[in-house]
């Protein structure tokens, strides 16, 4: 089973600049997130889809940041313009839906290192 | 106040001992108890999940939540180089289907030869 796929693996950019990042969950995963990790931190959640709606964006700076899962496969989450802070691992990950009660692993990608200078 | 603290390390031990990494939290409604582990410039993989309180035990890994207490603990018997990697504890509180995962910052292990 092939796992979460991400492009670019690395990004460096200009501050102001925009930048998109592109996910293919596992197949069959319905659930697809995106977390951004800042070094030294945690995945902290930004946006988390079910097929192509969105069930939870409370903590996406939707000032600049955008995300997209039109045909509830893969997506891209959007830059715009980037700023120094926004420099971290975005992460994304999928899982399927819960069954009984278990718990839905989250499987994760290796992540989009983003520099902003 | 972070809903998950967790000590950042880093932790260098000798191969073959025994390493404890926990995590605090503060939200009473959290669940499921994950810990992942993070090599470097990957992804986080799932190691162990434990739903409530107990031990679970997977190998060399073992897995404590104290719901009383608020405290999770990782346990790993004869510590290998391999297992040098960050740590994640995780949380979460499943609603509607759903589960939204909290970590903390993860704790730093190096193995020595």
């Known amino acids: 089973e092939a796992g979460v796929a991400q492009s670019p693996r690395y990004k460096i950019i200009e501050k102001r600049q925009s930048v998109a990042f592109w996910c293919n969950p596992i197949?069959?995963?319905?659930?697809l997130y995106w977390y951004q990790q800042i070094l030294g931190q945690g995945p902290k959640l930004l946006i988390q889809?079910?097929?192509?709606?969105?069930?939870?964006d409370s903590q996406l700076p939707k000032d600049r940041f955008s995300a997209e899962r039109l045909k509830g496969v893969d997506s891209t989450l959007k830059i715009q313009p980037a700023k120094l802070e926004d420099s971290a691992v975005y992460l994304c990950?999928?899982?399927?839906?819960?069954?009984?009660?278990?718990?839905?692993?989250?499987?994760f990608g290796p992540g989009t290192r983003l520099t902003v200078l | 106040q972070k809903e998950v603290e967790q000590d950042p390390g880093p932790l260098s031990v000798p191969e073959g001992a025994i390493v404890s990494l926990n995590c605090t939290y503060s939200n009473s409604a959290f669940q499921y108890f994950m810990w992942y582990r993070q090599y470097s410039r990957k992804g986080p993989e799932l190691l162990m999940y434990t739903y409530s309180s107990g031990n679970k035990e997977d190998g060399r890994f073992t897995a404590q939540v104290d719901k009383s207490s608020k405290y999770i603990s990782l346990f790993i018997r004869d510590s290998q180089p391999s297992d040098s990697a960050t740590y994640l504890c995780a949380m979460s509180a499943t609603t509607g289907g759903y589960n939204k995962l909290i970590f903390g910052a993860g704790t730093r292990l190096a193995v020595h030869p």
């Open positions: 889809f079910q097929n192509n709606g969105v069930v939870d």
């Open positions: 197949s069959g995963h319905a659930t």
């Open positions: 990950a999928s899982s399927s839906r819960l069954a009984g009660g278990r718990y839905n692993e989250q499987f």
